[in-house]
């Protein structure tokens, strides 16, 4: 598997901790949104066409959220309830990417969240939960994308 970097700090995914662009790479990546002139659109709708993406209003799953110059965008690195909305767009088929199984386990050296599906099993390890959450969302999206030939300019 390719290794992905952060593209605000550089940091590799592995061994990324939390922080606020790590926050934006998940939803960025793994969520799907970017928003260009205070309108929310897909990403890659934002990639293709017009200025550079800024994050200023997204509304979302019944949620809206704010960049950092507007506000803030979810703590899913630090939050467990945010971090849930990730593990619910992949276990329960939002955005076309649901039905994988999850599973998230403590150990000694922290915690593992681990999703499998069709014989595909993508996991990463943290100190926290929240954190193996977002590390694991974020390697199976920009790995699916280069498996399916898609666009990977987030980080790659």
């Known amino acids: 598997m390719p290794e992905f ?7 590799a ?18 969520m799907g949104y970017a928003c ?6 897909p990403v890659e709708i934002s990639r293709r066409d ?7 209003r997204i509304w979302s799953r019944g949620a809206t ?13 630090e939050e467990m309830a945010a971090a849930w909305q990730v593990v619910a767009s992949f276990s329960e088929g939002a955005d076309g990417q649901g039905g994988y199984n999850v ?11 681990h999703m499998f599906k069709d014989g595909t099993c993508y996991e990463a390890m943290a100190p926290t939960p929240m954190l193996a959450i977002c ?4 390697r199976a999206c920009l790995d699916r994308a280069v498996t399916d030939g898609g666009p990977v300019d987030v980080g790659q």
């Open 103 to 113: 599973e998230l386990q403590g150990h000694g050296d922290g915690w593992t969240f």
């Open 135 to 138: 590390r694991t969302a974020i």
């Open 50 to 56: 017009g200025p550079e993406p800024h994050l200023k």
């Open 36 to 41: 260009v002139e205070g309108e929310a659109i």
């Open 5 to 11: 970097c952060c593209p605000w700090c550089q940091t």
């Open 65 to 77: 959220w704010y960049c950092e110059e507007c506000g803030s965008v979810p703590q899913f690195c």
């Open 13 to 30: 995914l592995a061994a990324h901790p939390v922080a606020r662009c790590l926050d934006r790479w998940v939803l960025e990546a793994v």
